[in-house]
Structures are given as structure tokens and as C-alpha cells.
């Protein structure tokens, strides 16, 4: 089970830390990923980390602002939104995976129930 929090309202340029709970996993071999849908738009990848936290990936329109972390004594993973833009907002989901990275949202079984992130101008 994953369960995301940290998610709020913010100005634009301001920061986020959201949070990903991870339970049930018999080791700490699984990817944590997000992904963001904004109204009206398709579920899209942001970030991804791999099981031992050396291999990371960001979306072209968040590098740079967004970073990616993880505990794994915590079970936590972690995405700290910096910057935050107009386009930005959306409901954040965290997602993992056992085995390597993905960029693939159909490859992650096990889904958060989502955060939103909301960013006033």
C-alpha cells in the first residue's frame, strides 16, 4: 500500500514537500515513481527512483525544480516541487514497482491515492 500526503496550496514559485508511505513490500527492491494529472489532461510521468536511490529520472518540464529522494529505512519516498509554475497543479500519485525503473505508469501495480497541488498566481 502507498499512501501520498503534502500536497497543498502554494504561490507560484514557491515549494512543496510531498511524502510517499510505502507498506506491504517484503524488501526494499521497488521503484517509487510520480505522476501527475492536471484537469482535463492524461496521467504523465514526473519522477522516478530506482530501489537503492542512485538512478533517477524527471519530466523535461520539472528538471531542474522538482527532486526526487527516498528512505528506505522510513519505507518514505519523498518529491520536493520547487519553483512551483502555473502548470504545475495537478493531483500528484505516488507508484511503485518491484524490479528496475519505469517510465511505463501501466507497469506500476501499486498506486497512492493521489495529493493535490494547487499553485496561485
Known amino acids: 500500500q502507498l499512501q501520498a500526503s503534502g500536497g497543498g496550496l502554494v504561490q507560484a514559485g514557491g515549494s512543496l514537500k510531498l511524502s510517499c508511505a510505502v507498506s506491504g513490500f517484503k524488501s526494499d527492491y521497488y521503484v517509487i515513481a510520480w505522476f501527475r494529472q492536471a484537469p482535463g489532461k492524461g496521467r504523465e510521468v514526473v519522477s522516478c527512483?530506482?530501489?537503492?536511490?542512485?538512478?533517477?529520472y524527471y519530466a523535461d518540464s520539472v528538471k531542474g525544480r522538482f527532486s526526487i529522494l527516498r528512505d528506505n529505512a522510513k519505507k518514505e519516498g519523498y518529491l520536493y516541487l520547487d519553483i512551483l509554475e502555473p502548470g504545475d497543479p495537478a493531483v500528484y500519485y505516488c507508484?511503485?514497482?518491484?524490479?528496475?525503473?519505469?517510465?511505463?505508469?501501466?507497469?506500476?501495480?501499486?498506486w497512492g491515492q493521489g495529493t493535490l497541488v494547487t499553485v496561485s498566481s
Open positions: 527512483i530506482s530501489a537503492e536511490g542512485g538512478r533517477k
Open positions: 507508484a511503485a514497482k518491484v524490479g528496475v525503473s519505469s517510465l511505463v505508469q501501466s507497469e506500476y501495480p501499486y
